[in-house]
């Protein structure tokens, strides 16, 4: 695990230097990209001096809270994110994030009361975009590595000891629309095969493909389809042990980008398309379990 870790981390940097380059190569050739200050302040011909664009480094922090509804078991609940990081540039980006869940109503017939608030795991994430874009700037490769943590009380029962994740995309810009496709190998660590009747992972493939629709400059639809394919550990209670295990799933989201600060929305989360063994559909089960989400996140 201490070498998938070294290797996540080198391929992050790697990624994240080439970036930097690429970026700086560009906006030094296509003067037409700089900030509006700049292009005003530039030299004539006659004139050696240079204008330095401003730089795009800064610390940021994301808060975004999930409401969350079950129209079957009237169970309420919220979803939240809080991100804090350090932007190297517009492309490069380092920060942690850590889930916190809240359970309102557990049921219909539930006298829950209160939040109970809870960590609901976390993870380091390296996010390097676009660290090559085609010439027609139409197509760009992007990269995502994260290092996933057992913040969650109930994650680290199970004996989680961390997961990780390495995930590449590619996108294509369609006039408004932009179509990515990601494949995503997962890598888990646990300290035991199982617990209760479940068997733990020890190897996962994500493969999502995301339609991301710019309805207006501040409206957005994103449907993303995920496909996960798990390879479980041998635990002899469990029904799937030693197998694999799927799960196929979406989770389209409409946004309203209020200002750079502020933005809201609607989500809808499914259920599995499929029986976990992967025998049979479930269509209908899928739509019926699935989640209802209000979304409101702040960007500092």
């Known amino acids: 695990m201490t070498g998938l870790v070294v290797l996540s981390a080198l391929a992050g940097i790697s990624l994240a230097a080439f970036a930097e380059t690429t970026t700086t190569t560009t906006s030094q050739v296509n003067t037409a990209e700089a900030p509006a200050s700049a292009q005003t302040a530039l030299p004539s011909s006659s004139s050696t001096a240079t204008v330095q664009a401003p730089s795009e480094s800064k610390f940021t922090a994301f808060l975004e809270v999930r409401p969350t509804y079950s129209r079957i078991t009237g169970k309420m609940d919220t979803e939240d994110t809080i991100e804090v990081g350090y932007q190297f540039s517009k492309n490069v980006k380092l920060s942690y994030a850590q889930f916190l869940r809240t359970n309102l109503v557990d049921s219909f017939t539930s006298d829950n009361k209160g939040v109970n608030l809870r960590g609901d795991g976390g993870f380091l994430r390296m996010r390097v975009n676009n660290f090559y874009v085609s010439g027609d700037k139409k197509t760009k490769l992007s990269y995502q590595g994260r290092?996933?943590?057992?913040?969650?009380?109930?994650?680290?029962?199970?004996?989680?000891?961390?997961?990780?994740?390495?995930?590449?995309?590619?996108?294509?810009?369609?006039?408004?629309?932009?179509?990515?496709?990601?494949?995503?190998?997962?890598?888990?660590?646990?300290?035991?095969?199982?617990?209760?009747?479940?068997?733990?992972?020890?190897?996962?493939?994500?493969?999502?493909?995301?339609?991301?629709?710019?309805?207006?400059?501040?409206?957005?639809?994103?449907?993303?389809?995920?496909?996960?394919?798990?390879?479980?550990?041998?635990?002899?209670?469990?029904?799937l042990s030693d197998r694999w295990q799927y799960n196929l799933w979406a989770w389209p989201e409409l946004d309203y980008t209020i200002n750079t600060v502020h933005t809201v929305g609607i989500a809808f989360r499914s259920a599995n398309f499929m029986a976990s063994d992967g025998s049979d559909s479930n269509i209908d089960g899928a739509l019926n379990k699935g989640v209802f989400q209000a979304v409101w996140n702040v960007t500092l």
Do not use: C, H
Not at 188 to 209: D, E, F, H, L, V
């Open 147 to 239: 290092i996933n943590t057992p913040t969650d009380d109930s994650m680290s029962g199970t004996g989680m000891i961390g997961s990780l994740y390495n995930g590449f995309a590619v996108s294509q810009d369609i006039g408004n629309l932009t179509l990515s496709l990601w494949e995503v190998p997962i890598f888990w660590a646990y300290s035991k095969s199982g617990s209760g009747t479940a068997a733990n992972p020890i190897y996962q493939n994500r493969a999502m493909i995301v339609a991301d629709w710019q309805i207006t400059p501040s409206l957005l639809l994103s449907v993303p389809l995920i496909f996960d394919a798990q390879r479980n550990r041998q635990f002899a209670p469990s029904a």
